[in-house]
């Protein structure tokens, strides 16, 4: 008899420790009789996908990339040195009209373009106020074209004219690119949705706003020719290409460079959320990241020299995504 007690007693031992194993199993308050007030945190896991459109103020960086020209007697004729020089074969009679620069044309257009996003996040809603939660997500908003030929284009009053041609306003244009542009975005982001109580509703909408800082990596690939002849004439860009002989006049054939542009960026998003049950959530929200500045450039054959040449400043992404949002 004294074995059968003493082998109850465990099991009553289990039994005895149920609400004390309850009190500190979960998070909450337990209110006694084997009840418990659940606090509302979860642990939070997102992916979502869908487009991107992106929106930027081109600037031109080029610098002191300079073309001299040369007027006909007539002043009806204005050609670059080169031409002057090469196929003219350097006429006494020729007035020397002045230089331009490069960075003193405007860009041809700014960047507008559309493409695809993805991006995941991982977060924590907060106990007793679960309309609050916090998310660490990345972002990638994949390749998008800018092309522009030309680059450049608009009108420059030449500077450094000898007298009878000073003054002289040439409609130029500059450059051709074909370039690319990836951006990478890694946030953190505060996110209020709006319900009342601990419990997210089911199956309606629930309307939500987030805002947030991130890291921005863009990278950007550029592709420079020149149709215009100002730019592959001049030798000082050497580094940047290879050197070629065309007619016995050296002009450059740029390599295609890579840049990596790195900033703080700004975000906000709206949305709304919808429960198919207490664990997963539909999500379909709009997010708008504010980089400051890309930057595409030219650089060496092994990437130990940089040139900027155009940047896209205030740029803006706009995301429009599905999303599938999971509560544990």
């Not at 009053?157 to 130029?172: D, F, K, N, Q, R």
């Not at 065309?246 to 460079?257: L, Q």
Request: with cysteine; charged share 20%; net charge negative.
């Amino acid at each position: 008899m004294r074995k059968r007690n003493f082998c109850i007693l465990p099991i009553l031992a289990c039994f005895v420790s149920v609400p004390a194993f309850a009190g500190w199993q979960y998070d909450g308050i337990y209110l006694g009789d084997g009840w418990y007030q659940e606090d509302g945190a979860r642990f939070v896991l997102s992916l979502r996908g869908g487009a991107s459109y992106g929106l930027g103020a081109i600037q031109n960086d080029a610098g002191a990339i300079v073309t001299e020209y040369y007027l006909s007697p007539d002043k009806k004729e204005l050609v670059t040195k080169v031409y002057y020089e090469e196929i003219l074969g350097a006429p006494s009679d020729w007035y020397y009209a002045g230089l331009s620069k490069v960075s003193d044309i405007p860009p041809s257009k700014d960047y507008d373009s559309f493409s695809f996003a993805a991006g995941a996040s991982i977060g924590w809603t907060f106990p007793y106020t679960p309309q609050w939660r916090i998310e660490a997500g990345w972002d990638h908003i994949v390749k998008s074209d800018y092309n522009a030929s030309p680059m450049f284009s608009g009108d420059v009053t030449l500077s450094g004219g000898e007298v009878g041609a000073e003054g002289v306003v040439l409609p130029l244009q500059s450059g051709s690119v074909n370039s690319e542009l990836t951006t990478d975005v890694i946030s953190v982001m505060a996110f209020y949705d709006f319900y009342d109580g601990l419990y997210k509703p089911l199956r309606q909408a629930i309307p939500y706003v987030g805002f947030g800082i991130g890291y921005a990596d863009s990278k950007t690939v550029l592709n420079l020719s020149d149709p215009f002849g100002d730019i592959a004439y001049q030798l000082d860009l050497a580094p940047y290409g290879e050197v070629v002989d065309v007619n016995g006049t050296k002009m450059i054939e740029f390599y295609k460079s890579t840049r990596h542009t790195s900033n703080v960026a700004g975000l906000l998003a709206a949305g709304m959320s919808y429960g198919i049950n207490d664990r997963v959530f539909l999500d379909f929200g709009a997010r708008l990241m504010y980089i400051p500045r890309v930057k595409w450039g030219l650089t060496n054959v092994d990437d130990t020299r940089h040139r900027e040449f155009f940047s896209a400043k205030n740029m803006i992404y706009a995301n429009v995504m599905l999303g599938i949002r999971f509560e544990f």
